[in-house]
């Protein structure tokens, strides 16, 4: 049976993760973060002390790079690289500014393209990224982009870092934040931008659990879930 997708994009902090996590688990699909994917590669190039636009460097090095993606028994993924468990350490701002500028790179993005379309053959996805319902995903059944404004967005970042005791300030993210959204947006390789049959949410003003209510509506409408 062929299986089913819903693609999620937009902004850093618009609540992608949050709420992919929450529709996941409610329908019993494998979340899938692609964002983890290209940390990953950020956090390779930022131990290896490449510059993070170094073009030449970082296409040399991406041969030596092996990523995996693990899922546990609550169903949350681990990110492998090289072997090593690098879950939390991608989560570092450093990695997040690295993330965005080698996502910018074309042959980066060709080299973490199949493993993403290949998850979504294998189990019933609900995928987050910028250009999942344009580029990896363009046959999903539901696709929304989610967006808010960046003050919010940065605040509830800075929440969830705090959380995961990430030392940081509010302007700090806010900065991170405008800064990802204009690298992510301009880039010409995939930018981030809503596909032209995604349905647009905005949650500057409504909270998780109307969100949630919008996205499982769609999806109990669009897939039968
Ligand atoms: O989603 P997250 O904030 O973890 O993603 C980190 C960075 O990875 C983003 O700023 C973006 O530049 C890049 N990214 C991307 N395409 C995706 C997912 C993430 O370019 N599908």
Redesign the pocket.
């Known amino acids: 049976m062929e299986k089913r997708s819903i693609a999620i ?1 937009g902004p ?1 902090g618009a609540g ?2 949050t709420l992919a996590r929450m529709t996941a688990k409610k329908y019993g699909l494998i979340y899938v ?7 990953s590669v950020g956090l390779y190039m930022l131990h290896h002390d490449v510059a993070s636009k170094d073009e030449a460097r970082i296409v040399k090095l991406l041969p030596k790079i092996s990523i995996e993606m693990r899922y546990d028994e609550e169903s949350l993924q681990h990110m492998f690289l090289n072997g090593a468990d690098v879950t939390d350490k991608i989560r570092i701002p450093e990695a ?1 500014i690295y ?2 500028d080698v ?2 790179l074309k042959p980066v ?1 060709a080299f973490l393209l199949s493993m ?1 379309k290949e998850m979504a053959v294998k189990y019933d996805v609900i995928m ?5 319902g344009t580029v ?1 995903l363009p046959n999903a059944g539901l696709k929304i982009f989610l967006t808010a404004q960046p003050e919010i967005r940065a605040r509830r970042r800075y929440k969830e870092l705090l959380e995961k005791r990430i030392d940081t300030t509010y302007e700090d993210v806010l900065r991170d934040i405008l800064y ?1 959204d204009k ?2 947006s301009e880039r010409s390789a ?1 930018p ?1 931008k809503a596909a032209d049959d995604a349905i647009l949410v905005d949650t500057t003003d409504i909270g998780l659990d109307e969100c949630l209510q919008i996205i499982c509506a769609l999806a109990e409408e669009r897939l039968g879930l």
């Not at 973060?33 to 940390?39: E, F, K, V």
């Not at 987050?128 to 999942?132: E, L």
């Open positions: 994009d850093s992608k993760s973060d692609t964002g983890a994917l290209y940390r997040s993330a965005s996502s910018a993005r993403q987050d990224g910028r250009d999942i990896v990802r690298n992510d995939a981030l």
